[in-house]
């Protein structure tokens, strides 16, 4: 009989000290912040590269927006232009749209150029599967020079 | 115990950094969307004739009216009011009629609702961006 209730007290006490013990806690934890760590780190990677991406473009997009409006309009050497300092942002070109309004345009009219390109994300690649989302980029000025033969 | 309050302190973290980047971006978007639509204000504001002569006056309701439709255009500004981003934008100008460089001051502020302030109470982040714009005229 006192064997017998021994035996249950310790039984007992060894489930409780398995509940409660706080031993191997720190690896368990490790791993699984390693694990929820890593996710939060690919998703920001692709976060933080699709904006900077956006951000490029659209300060490609604006320069030449600049140029567009003292120019009345886009032509082959503006475009050389954008697509020279696309490259320098390292935007890739080949697969880079670009729609803008032609020349001439007289002044106080609209001028707008419309750019657009893709972006890999590369989140999904543990599961073995890779999409890409196109980031757009309208703006739309006035032209700004004078032309007396438009008249 | 440590591990629930290590994940929890880790998505606030997360939160606050997708947040400054929105804001960072939206910052940026706003003031170049602001600098083309002053761009285009003192251009469509101006008369010709008078640019001609040597002298030139900024036409106030023109230029307003301009700096408006260029600002929601560029801005797209529909699309960012249906996603409940920005709230409460608010425009004013100023001008300076000098005869030879008149100037347009524009001051802008918007309530941009981001995830972090919510926390606390608060509706948003304020952005408030001025951009000055002269035009200074060549009389040859």
Redesign the interface.
């Known amino acids: 009989m006192i064997c017998s209730l021994r035996s249950k007290h310790l039984y007992k006490t060894k489930i409780t000290a398995a509940l409660f013990n706080e031993r191997g ?1 720190e690896l368990i ?1 490790s791993i ?2 390693m694990l ?2 890593l996710m ?1 780190l690919f998703i ?1 990677i692709d ?2 590269g699709y ?1 900077s991406m ?2 490029k473009l ?1 300060n490609v997009c ?1 320069q030449t ?1 600049a140029l567009m ?1 003292m120019q009345n309009g886009m032509n082959s050497a503006l475009m050389d232009r954008f697509q020279d300092c696309a490259l320098i942002y390292g935007i890739d070109i080949s697969r880079t749209e670009v729609a803008a309004t032609p020349q001439y345009v007289q ?2 009219e609209e001028v707008s150029i419309r750019a657009s390109t893709p972006y890999k994300i590369k989140c999904m690649r543990p599961f073995n599967q890779e999409f890409s989302v196109m980031i757009d980029v ?7 020079d ?1 032309i007396r033969e438009l008249q | 115990m440590r591990a629930v309050i290590w994940f929890f302190s880790g998505i606030l973290l997360c939160l606050f950094v997708i947040d400054m980047i929105c804001f960072w971006t939206m910052h940026e978007k706003i003031a170049a969307s602001l600098e083309i639509a002053t761009d285009a204000a003192i251009i469509n504001s101006l008369i010709e004739q008078d640019i001609f002569k040597g002298t030139c006056f900024i036409d106030e309701g023109k230029a307003e009216e301009t700096v408006k439709k260029y600002f929601m255009k560029n801005i797209e500004i529909e699309k960012l009011q249906r996603k409940g981003i920005l709230k409460k934008t608010k425009l004013d100008f100023s001008f300076s009629h000098n005869a030879t460089n008149p100037s347009i001051y524009v001051y802008m502020e918007a309530l941009m609702t981001v995830m972090t302030p919510r926390l606390i109470g608060l509706e948003g982040i304020p952005i408030i961006i001025t951009k000055e714009k002269c035009f200074q005229s060549n009389y040859r």
């Open positions: 806690e934890c699984y912040a929820v760590f939060i920001s976060v933080i904006t956006g951000y659209r604006s927006l409006r002044r106080g309208e703006m739309t000025g006035i032209a700004e004078f």
